[in-house]
């Protein structure tokens, strides 16, 4: 059974850095074609995809948001971790953390399996 | 970037009718890289489709998607009372967005 989990800040004032991670089960980053990534959703908006890195440490970003966005493998195996800066009350929203699994290269998947998610709020 | 542009906003309709939600992209969509999610209230989206017409494991076969190029259609051929949701379509392939969404609500 494949699970993912969000955790981090529920709540961080604007210009502080954010950082989620995301603990995962049932498959390995070390497998090929496996990805995590990080998607949000505003309060009663669509989702934006946010980053993802796969197995072989290809990282991919939302070029709008390039600049604020780090994504990493955690220092467990089972873990992967996103930081975004300069937090503004406008990043309010559910950040979930996804699965995603290409089996062809360099090019990105749709979202196979996804998080609970986490609601992050931003303010002063 | 490859905007999505789903159409209606809000559809109303009773269990049993037929639903048919469209999403147009700004650019042509290649290798038919285009999925549909369901999502509920307090839950994750859900994938239903991708590569525009193939289900996911588990989706009933009254979902359906047909379209290409930047015309896509999610089709719902008998509403259950489960199926009222707000839907979303996503491209991926060299980069992942999503559209707009539609709510389809009890009539």
């Known amino acids: 059974q494949i699970t993912l989990k969000e955790s981090g800040p529920t709540l961080v004032k604007p210009t502080q850095t954010l950082t989620l991670t995301c603990t995962f089960s049932g498959f390995s980053l070390n497998t090929p074609g496996e990805g995590v990534g990080w998607i949000r959703q505003p309060p009663g908006k669509a989702p934006e995809w946010l980053a993802l890195?796969?197995?072989?440490?290809?990282?991919r970003y939302r070029p709008s948001l390039r600049s604020r966005l780090t994504i990493t493998k955690g220092a467990s195996e089972d873990q992967v971790v996103l930081s975004m800066t300069n937090m503004d009350p406008v990043d309010t929203a559910t950040y979930y953390c996804?699965?995603?699994?290409?089996?062809?290269?360099?090019?990105?998947?749709?979202?196979?399996?996804w998080g609970q998610g986490t609601l992050v709020t931003v303010s002063s | 970037e490859t905007v999505l542009t789903q159409s209606p906003g809000t559809l109303f309709l009773s269990p049993g009718e037929r639903a048919t939600l469209s999403c147009r992209a700004s650019q042509s969509i290649s290798n038919n890289y285009l999925a549909w999610y369901q999502q509920k209230p307090g839950q994750p989206p859900r994938r239903l489709m991708y590569?525009?017409?193939i289900r996911s494991a588990g989706v009933p076969a009254r979902f359906s998607g047909s379209g290409s190029g930047t015309d896509f259609t999610l089709t719902i051929s008998s509403l259950e009372p489960e199926d009222f949701a707000v839907y979303y379509c996503?491209?991926?392939?060299?980069?992942?967005?999503f559209g707009g969404g539609t709510k389809v609500e009890i009539k």
């Open positions: 890195i796969y197995w072989v440490d290809d990282e």
């Open positions: 996804a699965r995603f699994f290409s089996s062809i290269p360099n090019t990105i998947s749709t979202v196979a399996n």
């Open positions: 590569d525009v017409s």
């Open positions: 996503q491209q991926y392939g060299r980069s992942l967005t």
